[in-house]
Protein backbone atom coordinates (compact mmCIF):
# COMPACT_ATOMS: atom_id res chain seq x y z
CA UNK A 1 0.00 0.00 0.00
CA UNK A 2 0.81 3.34 -0.76
CA UNK A 3 1.46 6.15 2.26
CA UNK A 4 4.10 8.43 3.94
CA UNK A 5 7.07 6.79 6.48
CA UNK A 6 7.99 9.19 9.24
CA UNK A 7 11.08 8.36 11.33
CA UNK A 8 11.87 8.10 14.12
CA UNK A 9 7.86 7.70 16.17
CA UNK A 10 10.00 9.86 19.10
CA UNK A 11 13.08 11.85 19.28
CA UNK A 12 15.21 13.25 21.84
CA UNK A 13 17.54 15.92 21.35
CA UNK A 14 20.24 17.43 23.65
CA UNK A 15 20.60 21.49 23.46
CA UNK A 16 22.56 22.67 20.57
CA UNK A 17 22.26 18.94 19.14
CA UNK A 18 21.27 19.32 15.26
CA UNK A 19 18.75 16.11 14.56
CA UNK A 20 17.15 14.66 11.08
CA UNK A 21 13.88 13.07 11.14
CA UNK A 22 13.10 11.03 8.16
CA UNK A 23 10.01 11.41 5.72
CA UNK A 24 9.79 9.10 2.76
CA UNK A 25 6.81 8.73 0.56
CA UNK A 26 5.83 5.96 -2.54
CA UNK A 27 2.83 7.58 -3.35
CA UNK A 28 4.47 9.26 -6.38
CA UNK A 29 3.18 12.87 -4.98
CA UNK A 30 5.09 15.63 -6.78
CA UNK A 31 4.63 17.92 -3.46
CA UNK A 32 6.06 17.53 0.21
CA UNK A 33 5.21 19.48 3.42
CA UNK A 34 6.50 19.92 6.80
CA UNK A 35 4.46 20.78 9.31
CA UNK A 36 5.19 21.51 13.11
CA UNK A 37 2.20 21.00 15.33
CA UNK A 38 1.91 22.70 19.03
CA UNK A 39 -1.34 22.51 21.33
CA UNK A 40 -3.48 25.19 20.44
CA UNK A 41 -2.02 26.09 17.48
CA UNK A 42 -2.93 23.94 14.88
CA UNK A 43 -0.64 23.12 11.95
CA UNK A 44 2.04 25.56 11.33
CA UNK A 45 4.09 25.30 7.81
CA UNK A 46 7.91 24.91 7.98
CA UNK A 47 8.86 24.18 4.14
CA UNK A 48 7.96 22.73 1.68
CA UNK A 49 8.90 21.37 -2.32
CA UNK A 50 6.68 20.81 -5.27
CA UNK A 51 9.79 19.05 -7.12
CA UNK A 52 12.44 18.05 -7.21
CA UNK A 53 15.53 19.79 -6.17
CA UNK A 54 13.37 22.96 -5.30
CA UNK A 55 12.20 23.97 -1.75
CA UNK A 56 10.22 26.91 -0.39
CA UNK A 57 10.58 28.46 3.24
CA UNK A 58 6.85 28.03 4.81
CA UNK A 59 5.74 30.59 7.88
CA UNK A 60 8.14 29.37 10.82
CA UNK A 61 11.40 28.20 8.11
CA UNK A 62 14.09 29.78 10.68
CA UNK A 63 16.26 27.21 13.08
CA UNK A 64 15.15 24.86 10.16
CA UNK A 65 16.28 22.95 6.45
CA UNK A 66 15.78 20.67 4.11
CA UNK A 67 16.71 18.62 0.96
CA UNK A 68 14.69 17.17 -1.72
CA UNK A 69 17.40 14.83 -3.80
CA UNK A 70 14.93 12.53 -4.92
CA UNK A 71 11.38 13.03 -5.02
CA UNK A 72 10.61 10.32 -2.90
CA UNK A 73 12.10 11.58 0.36
CA UNK A 74 12.08 15.25 1.84
CA UNK A 75 14.05 15.07 5.34
CA UNK A 76 13.75 18.28 7.66
CA UNK A 77 16.90 19.14 10.04
CA UNK A 78 15.84 20.59 12.91
CA UNK A 79 19.52 22.77 13.84
CA UNK A 80 21.03 24.07 17.36
CA UNK A 81 19.56 27.62 16.51
CA UNK A 82 15.84 26.42 16.29
CA UNK A 83 15.25 27.79 20.26
CA UNK A 84 12.20 26.12 20.78
CA UNK A 85 12.33 22.81 18.90
CA UNK A 86 10.05 20.41 21.22
CA UNK A 87 7.23 19.54 19.00
CA UNK A 88 4.96 17.16 16.98
CA UNK A 89 6.46 17.35 13.69
CA UNK A 90 4.30 15.94 10.47
CA UNK A 91 5.44 15.29 7.30
CA UNK A 92 2.54 15.43 4.17
CA UNK A 93 2.67 15.45 0.31
CA UNK A 94 0.27 15.74 -2.29
CA UNK A 95 -0.37 15.19 -6.30
CA UNK A 96 0.80 18.74 -7.68
CA UNK A 97 -2.71 19.71 -8.68
CA UNK A 98 -4.04 18.82 -5.26
CA UNK A 99 -7.66 17.59 -6.13
CA UNK A 100 -9.77 16.16 -4.18
CA UNK A 101 -7.71 13.71 -2.30
CA UNK A 102 -6.34 16.34 -0.16
CA UNK A 103 -2.68 16.04 1.52
CA UNK A 104 -1.69 12.37 2.66
CA UNK A 105 0.24 13.11 6.41
CA UNK A 106 2.64 10.22 7.99
CA UNK A 107 1.97 9.16 11.48
CA UNK A 108 4.57 11.84 12.69
CA UNK A 109 7.95 12.45 15.00
CA UNK A 110 7.65 13.57 19.16
CA UNK A 111 10.64 15.58 19.42
CA UNK A 112 11.36 16.98 22.76
CA UNK A 113 14.68 18.87 24.02
CA UNK A 114 16.35 17.33 26.93
CA UNK B 1 -0.96 36.76 4.72
CA UNK B 2 -3.82 34.65 4.89
CA UNK B 3 -5.63 33.85 8.12
CA UNK B 4 -8.05 31.04 8.89
CA UNK B 5 -9.79 31.35 11.78
CA UNK B 6 -11.50 28.18 13.80
CA UNK B 7 -14.19 28.33 16.28
CA UNK B 8 -14.67 27.01 19.34
CA UNK B 9 -11.31 25.97 20.31
CA UNK B 10 -13.03 23.28 22.36
CA UNK B 11 -16.22 21.49 22.57
CA UNK B 12 -17.69 19.25 24.94
CA UNK B 13 -20.97 17.14 24.40
CA UNK B 14 -23.03 14.37 25.43
CA UNK B 15 -22.85 11.30 22.93
CA UNK B 16 -26.15 11.93 20.99
CA UNK B 17 -26.08 15.84 20.53
CA UNK B 18 -25.07 17.37 17.58
CA UNK B 19 -21.55 19.35 16.78
CA UNK B 20 -20.82 22.09 15.03
CA UNK B 21 -17.38 24.01 14.35
CA UNK B 22 -16.73 27.32 11.60
CA UNK B 23 -13.74 28.28 9.77
CA UNK B 24 -13.38 31.81 8.35
CA UNK B 25 -10.88 33.36 5.91
CA UNK B 26 -9.97 36.61 5.80
CA UNK B 27 -9.63 36.53 2.00
CA UNK B 28 -11.47 34.81 -0.72
CA UNK B 29 -10.74 31.16 -1.07
CA UNK B 30 -10.35 28.76 -4.03
CA UNK B 31 -11.57 25.71 -1.87
CA UNK B 32 -11.58 24.42 1.93
CA UNK B 33 -10.64 20.99 2.84
CA UNK B 34 -11.57 19.36 6.21
CA UNK B 35 -9.62 17.20 8.36
CA UNK B 36 -9.61 14.52 11.37
CA UNK B 37 -7.15 14.10 13.71
CA UNK B 38 -7.59 11.03 16.10
CA UNK B 39 -6.08 11.57 19.72
CA UNK B 40 -2.24 10.68 19.67
CA UNK B 41 -2.95 10.45 15.40
CA UNK B 42 -2.25 12.43 12.47
CA UNK B 43 -4.45 14.41 10.49
CA UNK B 44 -6.41 12.34 7.65
CA UNK B 45 -7.98 14.38 5.15
CA UNK B 46 -12.04 13.99 4.71
CA UNK B 47 -13.23 16.04 1.80
CA UNK B 48 -12.43 19.17 -0.14
CA UNK B 49 -15.41 22.22 -1.25
CA UNK B 50 -14.72 24.29 -4.26
CA UNK B 51 -18.13 25.71 -5.60
CA UNK B 52 -19.73 28.59 -3.67
CA UNK B 53 -22.60 27.65 -1.45
CA UNK B 54 -21.59 23.96 -2.02
CA UNK B 55 -22.47 20.92 0.70
CA UNK B 56 -21.28 17.18 0.41
CA UNK B 57 -22.74 15.05 2.95
CA UNK B 58 -20.69 12.11 4.71
CA UNK B 59 -23.24 9.91 6.56
CA UNK B 60 -23.67 11.81 9.66
CA UNK B 61 -21.23 14.68 8.72
CA UNK B 62 -22.34 17.50 6.68
CA UNK B 63 -19.86 20.46 4.88
CA UNK B 64 -20.82 23.76 3.87
CA UNK B 65 -18.97 26.40 1.60
CA UNK B 66 -20.12 29.58 2.08
CA UNK B 67 -21.75 31.82 -0.82
CA UNK B 68 -18.91 34.31 -0.96
CA UNK B 69 -16.11 31.63 -0.47
CA UNK B 70 -14.48 32.87 2.97
CA UNK B 71 -16.31 30.33 5.11
CA UNK B 72 -17.28 27.27 5.96
CA UNK B 73 -18.76 24.70 8.80
CA UNK B 74 -18.25 21.00 9.52
CA UNK B 75 -21.69 19.60 11.65
CA UNK B 76 -21.82 16.34 12.83
CA UNK B 77 -25.26 15.23 13.88
CA UNK B 78 -25.73 13.21 16.79
CA UNK B 79 -22.27 12.83 17.71
CA UNK B 80 -20.92 9.43 18.74
CA UNK B 81 -17.80 8.60 20.63
CA UNK B 82 -15.96 7.50 18.05
CA UNK B 83 -15.99 11.56 16.66
CA UNK B 84 -13.75 12.28 19.39
CA UNK B 85 -10.26 14.36 18.12
CA UNK B 86 -9.78 17.63 16.03
CA UNK B 87 -11.39 18.98 13.15
CA UNK B 88 -9.12 21.34 11.20
CA UNK B 89 -9.70 23.22 8.26
CA UNK B 90 -7.46 24.12 5.70
CA UNK B 91 -8.26 26.78 3.14
CA UNK B 92 -6.34 27.45 -0.32
CA UNK B 93 -6.41 30.68 -2.14
CA UNK B 94 -6.11 31.17 -5.78
CA UNK B 95 -3.97 33.23 -7.53
CA UNK B 96 -4.54 34.46 -10.83
CA UNK B 97 -2.21 36.36 -13.24
CA UNK B 98 -2.33 36.65 -16.94
CA UNK B 99 -0.84 33.58 -18.05
CA UNK B 100 -1.55 31.38 -15.62
CA UNK B 101 -3.58 30.36 -12.47
CA UNK B 102 -1.87 28.85 -9.50
CA UNK B 103 -2.82 27.30 -6.21
CA UNK B 104 -1.17 28.91 -2.84
CA UNK B 105 -0.63 26.40 0.08
CA UNK B 106 -3.09 25.16 2.32
CA UNK B 107 -3.64 27.07 5.45
CA UNK B 108 -4.95 25.59 8.22
CA UNK B 109 -7.03 26.56 11.07
CA UNK B 110 -6.20 26.10 14.77
CA UNK B 111 -8.69 22.82 14.88
CA UNK B 112 -11.70 22.35 17.30
CA UNK B 113 -10.85 19.80 19.79
CA UNK B 114 -14.10 17.42 20.26
CA UNK B 115 -14.83 15.30 23.26
CA UNK B 116 -18.07 13.29 23.33
CA UNK B 117 -18.86 12.16 26.79
CA UNK B 118 -20.80 8.63 26.65
Known amino acids: DGGITQSPKYLFRKEGQNVTLSCEQN?????MYWYRQDPGQGLRLIYY???????QKGDIAEGYSVSREKKESFPLTVTSAQKNPTAFYLC?????????????FGSGTRLTVV | GQQVMQIPQYQHVQEGEDFTTYCNSSTTLSNIQWYKQRPGGHPVFLIQ?????EVKKQKRLTFQFGEAKKNSSLHITATQTTDVGTYFC??????????????????FGQGTILTVHP
Open chain 2, 90 to 107: AGRRRMSTLSRTSYGKLT
Open chain 1, 27 to 31: LNHDA
Open chain 1, 92 to 104: ASSSTSDGEYGYT
Open chain 2, 49 to 53: LVKSG
Open chain 1, 49 to 55: SQIVNDF
